[in-house]
T-cell receptor
Framework: EAQVTQNPRYLITVTGKKLTVTCSQNMNHEYMSWYRQDPGLGLRQIYYSMNVEVTDKGDVPEGYKVSRKEKRNFPLILESPSPNQTSLYFC??????????????FGPGTRLTVT | SQELEQSPQSLIVQEGKNLTINCTSSKTLYGLYWYKQKYGEGLIFLMMLQKGGEEKSHEKITAKLDEKKQQSSLHITASQPSHAGIYLCGADVGGGTSYGKLTFGQGTILTVHP
């Protein structure tokens, strides 16, 4: 089944403790992206990647890192999480970055709470 | 102000009723997506509209894109409780230079009473 998977689905952690949220897709998509969803603010893009070893900042990259060493994986790294990073995180992928032509598929989400 | 405004913000209907959700952009639309989200869960892709005047249907859900009005509408015919959820529109409003980034509306919460 074609899908985007994220792990963990739920995570409660403490301020400053490094964590990684994994994202994997099995559709051989070149484009991958991370969003966060917050009440009243909608979904905002954190980072994106147009291909292996090619990543760039989205609208809200502060406090996050990403890497794209393999086509299928795009982990989101929080080196020193803070309470304002408490949010619902979504990974997305599409065949190519061109939103005119290629639909984006979203993962099931990771609910992160930082205390 | 939001680049993509959805209306209404919430909607409560009786099962069997028709309903429409609108998504209006303050900028030119390039690729308009409709997603459905169960509260706190992932986004389910419904439809993508690429050209002005385009209309697509999937089961009882129809979406149209009016490029001149910079607006899309999502219409559900004979609503069912399974249609309940949050409907989100997303679009590239960057003129094709935003490299895959979708800007989303704030969502419309749909409740369908049996």
């Amino acid at each position: 089944e074609a899908q985007v998977t994220q792990n963990p689905r739920y995570l409660i952690t403490v301020t400053g403790k490094k964590l990684t949220v994994t994202c994997s897709q099995n559709m051989n998509h070149e484009y991958m992206s991370w969003y966060r969803q917050d009440p009243g603010l909608g979904l905002r893009q954190i980072y994106y990647s147009m291909n292996v070893e090619v990543t760039d900042k989205g609208d809200v990259p502060e406090g996050y890192k990403v890497s794209r060493k393999e086509k299928r994986n795009f982990p989101l790294i929080l080196e020193s999480p803070s309470p304002n990073q408490t949010s619902l995180y979504f990974c997305a992928s599409s065949l190519l970055w061109d939103t005119h032509s290629y639909e984006q598929y979203f993962g099931p989400g990771t609910r992160l709470t930082v205390t | 102000s939001q680049e993509l405004e959805q209306s209404p913000q919430s909607l409560i209907v009786q099962e069997g009723k028709n309903l429409t959700i609108n998504c209006t952009s303050s900028k030119t639309l390039y690729g308009l997506y409709w997603y459905k989200q169960k509260y706190g869960e992932g986004l389910i892709f419904l439809m993508m509209l690429q050209k002005g005047g385009e209309e697509k249907s999937h089961e009882k859900i129809t979406a149209k894109l009016d490029e001149k009005k910079q607006q899309s509408s999502l219409h559900i015919t004979a609503s069912q409780p399974s249609h309940a959820g949050i409907y989100l529109c997303g679009a590239d409003v960057g003129g094709g230079t935003s490299y895959g980034k979708l800007t989303f509306g704030q969502g419309t919460i749909l409740t369908v009473h049996p």
